[in-house]
């Protein structure tokens, strides 16, 4: 992997304790070579030594976002920037691809939150935060007002932070049901929070729960993800009623929509069947990235890595770079 692989039975580090050397901030930032060099030295960074006498420099978190400063400046954030993962159906890789992304689109040098509002927790721990009850406030003490939702927060490193969550949020779905305006509660919550940050992503459990409709409320842009299989592709209908009462509801609900096709076997002819019907109903709001299935990217979430970096000649690492740059482009949609 390159970084922090000292010896291989040793833990692998998480998201928060990576270390680079200078190809991989050249390649993480897309920058050349020269480029890189100018900045370090417009930004002063020097890097760091394991031992005394090192001649071989590492770079952690603190020069990374530095050198990512003079990035940040010429890209283009988008305007469509909180980004919820929805579906009814559990198992379709919705928490693979809100922990990916938004760990990709932070080594892009984007300002990312995470906002988990699923209560298994499962893109908390994936971003290496721990997700037992009680372990870290949750929406739920805020909710509660026993704090701020600026308390909630927890700092990945300098470019990705999380509001985290774990099995107690589960409390609060029959206060939201009894509270006036409570699928409203999180687009109020984070109204002013989301200005801090370039782009939000929101993970969601799998069901439309209260929780899951303050999440597509809150959205400027739901990411439907589905597999390429037919049973799941049938469900998609469910998720689109919905949508269509929420619009019903709420006037002011107008949410831009992208089907992300998860889970892509080419050599299945029922991944292939499922494409077709993918692109026969719902073409004009389809990503252009296919997910392929791999089992690098599962590995990766597993061992709570960046598959783009633990396995980055990976299809998996590939994908999940088209499908960032997909997402950061509003013009697509």
Partial sequence: MGINAEDSVKRLPKFSEYTFNLQQIGDLLNISRSSLYRYLEEEGVEGKVKKAGASKKFYDWDDYYRVSKKVREKIKKPEKKIKAYINKKGGVGKTSLTSQTAMKAACL???????????????????????????????????????????????????????????????????????????????????????????????????????TLNAIISADELCVVTETQLYSIDGLRDVFETLSKLEDRFPDFAPSIRIIPNKYQFRQVSSQESMGHLRDNYGDILTKTIIRENADLKNAQKDMQAV??????????????????????????
């Fill in 109 to 211: 040098g984007l300002k990312v939150l995470v906002i988990d509002v699923d209560p298994q927790g499962h893109t908390t721990l994936a971003l290496g935060v721990d997700n037992c009850p009680g372990a870290f406030p949750t929406l739920k003490e805020f909710f509660e007002k026993k704090c701020k939702i600026r308390d909630l927060i927890i700092d990945i490193c300098p470019l990705l932070s999380v509001i985290p969550s774990n099995t107690l949020l589960d409390d609060i779905e029959l206060a939201l049901r009894s509270d006036f305006g409570g699928t409203h509660f999180l687009k109020r919550a984070i109204k002013d929070l989301c200005k801090d940050y370039d782009v939000v992503f929101i993970d969601t459990n799998p069901s439309m729960s209260w929780l």
């Fill in 308 to 333: 783009f970096i633990s396995h980055k000649k990976s299809t998996a690492a590939a994908d999940i770079a088209d499908l960032v740059n997909e997402l950061l482009d509003d013009h697509t949609v």
